[in-house]
């Protein structure tokens, strides 16, 4: 079965800290993407790659930036964490088979105090 | 620029009836449509895509229309059950590559 992994569930961080959530695939994809969810704002687009090395800002890139040295791995980083940001994070990959649609971890609910 | 809406945020219907659940897009159409599931505390899970050549794509109990002419996709769950309750995401692609868009969801509930 194929995976989107992400290394926390859950996670408490205080203010000003750096955070780091992790994401792994196991389906060799070349599209790899980072979202936040919050109630009535739906779906965000922070960051994503296509390609190893590779990072593009989504809509609200602000506060976060990515790493994505592997391409099975990609990492966002919250380089001092605010209480905005406290949200569900979630990962996802797809191949450039559009059809296949997207394959999303389970989240990490952040909360940063 | 590109939006996609889910005008519904929550929808109830008795067990056994058609959920019937509304995406509209503005802007220019685009090459094809997405349906995800999303249960409380889990990521969402990709279900249907249609394309818009396709006016209507069926799986199972699911079933999607694609009306470029309205603007707008519909998603058909027949002989709803309980355990179809969840919030249902449309989302559309960007102008460019694999990015997508996610419309804010519609909650569905199936009551006994």
């Known amino acids: 079965d194929v995976k989107v992994t992400q290394s926390s569930r859950y996670l408490v961080k205080r203010t000003g800290e750096k955070v780091f959530l992790e994401c792994v695939q196991d389906m060799d994809h070349e599209n790899m993407f980072w979202y936040r969810q919050d109630p009535g704002l739906g779906l965000r687009l922070i960051y994503f790659?296509?390609?190893?090395?590779?990072?593009e800002k989504g809509d609200i890139p602000e506060g976060y930036s990515v790493s994505r040295e592997k391409k099975e791995r990609f990492s966002l980083i919250l380089e001092s964490a605010s209480t905005n940001q406290t949200s569900m994070y979630l990962c996802?990959?797809?191949?450039?088979?559009?059809?296949?649609?997207?394959?999303f971890g389970s989240g990490t609910r952040l909360t940063v105090v | 620029s590109q939006k996609i809406e889910q005008n519904s945020e929550a929808l109830n219907i008795q067990e056994g009836k058609t959920a019937t659940l509304t995406c509209n897009y503005t802007?220019?159409?685009?090459?094809?449509l997405q349906w995800y599931r999303q249960d409380p505390g889990r990521g969402p899970v990709f279900l249907l895509l249609?394309?818009?050549?396709?006016k209507e794509k069926r799986k199972e109990r699911l079933k999607v229309t694609f009306d470029t002419t309205l603007k707008q996709s519909l998603f058909h769950i027949t002989a709803s059950q309980p355990a179809d309750s969840a919030t249902y995401l449309c989302a559309r692609r960007y102008s460019s590559a694999s990015k997508i868009i996610f419309g804010s969801g519609t909650r569905l509930s199936i009551r006994p």
């Open positions: 996802a990959s797809n191949s450039d088979r559009e059809i296949d649609g997207y394959t």
């Open positions: 790659s296509y390609d190893v090395k590779m990072k």
């Open positions: 802007n220019y159409s685009p090459a094809y």
């Open positions: 249609i394309r818009e050549n396709e």
